[in-house]
């Protein structure tokens, strides 16, 4: 095989809310980590093992803005995209290094804001009884005088 390949799938949870930085004419970046959990059993103590991995994602321009708008801790993603090292000077002269997910698709697989939106919906529906009509005296709608 003579090509590479560097491409990331992720599934995890937001550890904290999109932060982010905008540039001169117009773009802009946001970036956020990302938990992954790796679940094992011990097999000497039979203890359940519970192993977090924490992503550095780094989303640009239009999708940084969505996921801004639509993500908060804790939600639920899956993303795809690509390993990328980078190093820069910090203020005190040394030397930084961080290796982050250049990210290039994304889907939203859960959101508080749909989950809270969600549940307010199907209480709203188990408190009101689609079934009957109060002025039919508590008779189906559907209910055929034969």
Known sequence: MNGTLNKVMLIGHLGDDVKM?????????????LATNEVYINKTT????????WHNLVVRNKAAEICEKYLSKGDKIYVEGRIKSRQWQAEDGT??????IQVTEFTFLTTKKETAHTKQNQEAES???TNFDAANEGLPINDLPF
């Open 21 to 33: 930085h905008y540039f001169d004419g117009g773009n802009c970046i946001g970036r956020f980590q």
């Open 95 to 100: 030397t930084k290094y961080t290796t982050e």
């Open 127 to 129: 408190t009101k009884n």
């Open 46 to 53: 039979n203890e359940k093992i519970t192993s977090t991995e």
